[in-house]
């Protein structure tokens, strides 16, 4: 039966995140987007929260009883918005909550979970030659005995100085294509692997964004994701790209919550100067104000619900690579549009850095960029309701 | 508990509807356009699923279920989906039978519930929209004086549907400063109908002007509405009804834009294997997507009886920008095509400009 109100556990579950995100993210929240590439030591109380935790399926409890389980995705959205709300750049700096947290737990063998499970990874996919087009990537993993030798350049990797080992996708055979690309942990402290430099960026700011060389980097045989074992079982390429389908709903909602930062900020801006929005006016009588106000509103709701189906269908065992991508155009795609109009509308209090709205505006650009861009979010929905092959619509 | 799922009784209806709609409209609709009029046997085979009429009691001519604005949404995106101007019409009589059960008192219940509750579809309508700049719902430029016994109505409505055809009316006006629906019988002296409208869109739906002159309407008749329902309420259902309409034509226009992509080679390939063409598909898809959404959130509100005003509202706003960007993507798809009658796309585009333009013509 089609319910779209959110039962009560999930209501209470976004509540304590609000506070959560009002109390603890948005006092410092400035403080750290001037000091870029400091490590905001007050995360530390968040490593293996509750909340956060990145367990593996099978060490959960089985416990029928908890209200909320069965309902990881949805807390997932649910808690990306709030914390964006707050300052999505430690959403992104939560320790032991990397993306590379998150294969382990998907692709990761159990021996490896017992190794890293406690440890924070962060996830290195792109390279200079190799953005959108991933699988065209040419750092090189070759088997030498008991070690795997990798060689190549990441670009862009988030929490790169704050994590303790890197998951990096490497080519093993770069004939097979995508089927010769392998996921592999690599230790910060491994020989001939190489923080090289952290990206100044326009946003994000209080998130550490880098580039590791690895030039004859050495790892043990063992850390190839899944097991050596496992290898040719292991779901490669494809099994990243299949955790895209919980990640991107959640992208979703950290532009979501940004933009209503934005929107909640001027609103309470607007309500100061007695402009209240009042959702019984005709359209004849509203001013260009409440107008975009009102489209803003709208839209962020339409936004948020596409990330909750793609969420909630992801819990209920439901392909959603389609609704996961459509979710991320759409949010990604609004979030900057919605906070860039509020700014406008804030006017010379859009512009000041006085006031977040500016930094919003800054955090929220990458939204429709990383994860996939919107115009790759687009064609992975355009291919599936089309029923096109990546040759035919490339 | 929240769920994007169907229940398995939503399912049935949806198909059932679904079935009726492409059985009897997907291609009769352009004919009917064309010739501005729907056939009755069509109308009626809509009435017989009986949606209209489900939650009101058997004692007054019901079949006495629960009354779900969800069901109604679902139902309302089904039928205009096949044609938005037999989405309205076939439903019509619910913009009658729905504010007089929900806000009526026993005694106007009796009289005029059983008229329209029965098996025949019987035309009953509601004037609500007033022509010329400006209007607002909310701020009726008809008004209703009291005097004596009775209330005198003056004004102008426009958009009546099948106004000729009814012999019953809600017409709303506001009496010292409140909006009030009045029942009114068509043989009430000082109620003018015009001739027919012609209008950019919906043109098998016959609607009309009305001109309220000196209108005696005895005082009895005034729907007074209680603590559950009122005016307010009526056009927040009624707004909810329109984005579902709206989310209807659109998926039209969507679907056959993108079967039309496939098919269609320009330089050696279907149009589809081109971006800007994919990308504009992908988009309809997910406004769709995002309008059917918005819609069912207000009706998740309203069946869980929670104040919905904000969302109707945001709901109708978004189905009205949102019909008219997919239904003009549905256009740009086809090309020269798009602006020829034959393809319904063009007839998708001119009945999507009504979705933020009219109220009042059909209730969740
Ligand atoms: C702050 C930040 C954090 C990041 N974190 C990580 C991380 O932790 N790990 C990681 O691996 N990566 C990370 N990234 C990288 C990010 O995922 C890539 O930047 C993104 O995938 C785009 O790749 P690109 O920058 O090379 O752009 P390109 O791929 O060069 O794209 C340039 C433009 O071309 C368009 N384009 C490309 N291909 C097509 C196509 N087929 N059709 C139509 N248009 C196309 C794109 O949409 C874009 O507009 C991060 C990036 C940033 C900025």
Avoid at chain 1, 237 to 252: E, I, L, N, W, Y
Avoid at chain 1, 336 to 345: A, R
Avoid at chain 2, 129 to 137: S, T, V
Wanted: include cysteine; proline fraction near 4%; hydrophobic fraction near 40%.
């Amino acid at each position: 039966m089609i319910n779209l109100e959110l039962s009560e556990d999930l209501k209470q579950y976004q509540e304590d995140m609000k506070v959560f995100a009002e109390t603890v993210f948005r006092p410092i929240s400035r403080k750290y987007d001037e000091a870029e590439h400091e490590y905001p030591q007050e995360l530390e109380d968040l490593r293996g929260m509750k909340h956060f935790d990145r367990k593996k399926k099978s060490e959960k409890p089985a416990d029928k009883s908890e209200p909320t389980s069965g309902k990881a995705n949805m807390r997932g959205v649910i808690s990306s918005e709030e914390i964006a709300w707050g300052d999505p750049s430690f959403l992104i700096s939560i320790p032991n909550a990397g993306l590379g947290n998150v294969a382990l737990v998907t692709s990761g063998s159990d021996e490896q979970f017992e190794k890293y499970g406690d440890k924070w990874l962060a996830m290195a996919i792109t390279e200079p030659n190799a953005g959108s087009d991933s699988k065209a990537m040419n750092t090189t993993a070759k088997l030498d005995g008991d070690d795997w030798v990798l060689n190549g350049e990441k670009i862009f990797v988030s929490c790169a100085d704050r994590c303790d080992a890197v998951v990096v996708m490497a080519t093993t055979d770069k004939s097979a294509g995508k089927e010769g690309i392998r996921s592999f942990i690599v230790d910060k402290n491994s020989p001939g692997f190489t923080l090289e430099k952290l990206e100044k960026k326009m946003g994000l700011r209080g998130s550490d964004t880098g580039t590791f060389s690895m030039t004859d980097c050495r790892i043990p045989k063992d850390n190839v994701l899944g097991g050596f074992e496992k290898t040719n079982k292991n779901k490669g390429f494809k099994g990243t790209m299949q955790t895209f389908d919980t990640s991107r709903p959640m992208v979703a909602a950290m532009a979501i919550g940004v933009a209503r930062a934005a929107l909640d900020y001027t609103r309470e801006v607007m309500a100061e100067n007695s402009i209240i929005p009042d959702y019984k006016k005709g359209s004849i009588n509203i001013s260009s104000i409440e107008k975009d106000f009102f489209l803003m509103e709208a839209n962020l709701e339409a936004a948020r619900l596409l990330s909750w189906k793609a969420a909630w269908m992801a819990d209920n065992k439901k392909p959603n690579s389609t609704e996961a991508s459509m979710a991320k155009a759409k949010a990604g795609r609004q979030g900057v549009l919605i906070t860039q109009k509020c700014c406008e509308l804030l006017g010379p209090m859009g512009l000041s850095t006085k006031h977040l709205a500016e930094k919003w505006l800054r955090d929220v650009r990458v939204m429709d960029i990383f994860e996939g861009t919107g115009q790759i979010q687009h064609l992975i929905v355009a291919r599936n309701i089309l029923e096109l092959s990546s040759t035919q619509l490339k | 508990m929240l769920s994007f799922n169907m229940s398995e009784e939503q399912t049935i209806t949806r198909d059932t509807v679904a079935r009726l709609v492409k059985d009897l409209i997907i291609d009769t609709a352009h004919e009917m356009d064309e010739a501005g009029n729907i056939p009755e046997e069509y109308i009626q085979a809509a009435w017989e699923l009986g949606a209209s009429i489900a939650a009101i009691p058997e004692a007054y001519g019901g079949y006495d279920m629960d009354y779900s604005p969800m069901m109604n949404a679902i139902i309302l995106e089904e039928l205009a989906y096949g044609d938005m101007a037999f989405a309205v019409a076939a439903t019509l009589p619910s913009m009658f039978i729905f504010p007089v059960y929900e806000m009526g008192t026993e005694e106007q219940k009796k009289k005029y519930l059983p008229l329209f509750c029965k098996e025949a579809y019987t035309p009953c309508t509601c004037a609500i929209n007033e022509p010329g700049f400006g209007f607002d719902p909310h701020k009726l430029k008809t008004k209703a004086v009291k005097k004596n016994g009775s209330y005198i109505l003056n004004g102008e409505k426009c958009f009546v549907p099948l106004a000729k055809e009814s012999s019953h009316f809600l017409i709303a006006a506001s009496c010292d400063g409140e909006n009030s629906f009045f029942i009114a019988d068509a043989e009430n002296a000082g109620i003018n109908i015009k001739k027919p409208e012609r209008n950019l869109g919906l043109y098998s739906l016959k609607t009309y002007e009305v001109a309220l002159d000196n209108c005696e309407i005895p005082a009895k008749n005034r729907l007074v509405g209680n603590s559950d329902c009122n005016y307010d309420k009526i056009i927040q259902k009624s707004a909810i009804a329109m984005s579902a309409i709206g989310t209807g034509v659109s998926r039209a226009s969507y679907e056959y834009a993108r079967d039309y992509a496939k098919e269609r080679i320009q330089f050696g390939e279907p149009i589809a294997h081109k971006q800007s063409i994919a990308f504009m598909i992908a988009e309809m898809a997910y406004e769709v997507e995002a309008m059917r959404l918005m819609t069912w959130k207000a009706a998740s509100m309203l069946e869980n009886g929670k104040d919905c005003q904000r969302d109707s509202f945001l709901a109708r706003l978004y189905a009205g920008e949102m019909s008219m960007k997919v239904t003009d993507h549905g256009i740009q798809v086809l090309g020269g095509h798009g602006f020829i009658r034959e393809h319904p796309v063009e007839r998708y585009y001119r009945n999507a400009r009504g979705v933020a333009i009219l109220h009042g013509m059909a209730i969740v």
